[in-house]
């Protein structure tokens, strides 16, 4: 037997032992069950005004707030981290690797309890404030890291072209090298942007009021509520939403990476 035999052999195997374990799986599951806990029309038809009108709407409008700051705030400190002036590398670092290592729930938990008991101020927007900002502070550290290396990937004579012909330090990195490195940092941004969209989920953990909940608060409440009290449809309806908005853009993501790789 030769190579190439071996390997349509085995390839062949796993298949057969794939199909088997699959069709064992359908047998063994009790799908009334399944139907019943995971699959209730009625979480469907009963819910999905209040899933879609307010927790969908609400988990956009919150990663497009955060995500629009924690990319300002980015820039802010890729600037900072390029300064010739000591300090403000010092600064912008130390910032962007305390915030890259804390868990985003802690911060979370941090502006919207701790600092309005410590004291007694909250962020302007309320509980939901509280949380975006937070949301920010992190995903501006991330996102500060991947202008950065967008920065540095651009190639150093561009800067020096810029530069012998007259123009300024900042003129240059905002007419010649961002623009650049925009343009190949934009697929890891828009995966921080799905990042973000998850990461919205965790606002549950301050107290959202029924207009300001997004979809993970708003399906664990009608677990205990509702048209499927006491299944996990809402669950499903949740995560199918997210897939709903993820996978067009994660998608988007690959497709990019393609198109920089055919440029290249």
Request: net charge positive.
């Amino acid at each position: 037997m030769t190579r190439r035999q071996r390997q349509r052999t085995i390839r062949m195997v796993l298949y057969a032992v794939f199909v088997a374990l699959v069709v064992v799986v359908l047998l063994l599951v009790d799908w009334e069950s399944v139907s019943h806990n995971f699959f209730l029309t009625e979480g469907f038809t009963g819910n999905w005004q209040d899933m879609i009108l307010v927790a969908a709407k609400n988990t956009i409008l919150y990663t497009i707030v955060a995500f629009i700051g924690g990319f300002v705030l980015g820039v802010l400190l890729v600037l900072m981290k390029l300064a010739p002036v000591a300090p403000f590398r010092w600064v912008s670092t130390a910032y962007i690797e305390l915030f890259r290592g804390l868990p985003a729930l802690i911060v979370i938990i941090f502006m919207g309890l701790g600092v309005p008991i410590a004291f007694g101020w909250r962020p302007p927007g309320g509980t939901v404030g509280a949380g975006l900002v937070a949301l920010m502070m992190v995903s501006g550290a991330y996102m500060a890291e991947t202008l950065r290396a967008g920065i540095e990937a651009v190639p150093k004579g561009q800067s020096e072209a810029a530069r012998s012909l007259g123009m300024s330090a900042p003129w240059t990195m905002t007419s010649i090298v961002m623009p650049q490195a925009l343009r190949i940092v934009v697929p890891p941004l828009t995966n921080e942007l799905v990042i973000l969209i998850k990461d919205t989920s965790l606002l549950f953990v301050i107290g959202l009021a029924a207009s300001q909940k997004e979809l993970t608060t708003m399906a664990r409440d009608f677990m205990a509520s509702g048209p499927s009290a006491g299944t996990a449809t809402s669950l499903v309806f949740a995560a199918l939403l997210y897939l709903a908005i993820t996978l067009p853009l994660t998608q988007l993501v690959a497709w990019m990476e393609r198109k920089q790789k055919r440029s290249r």
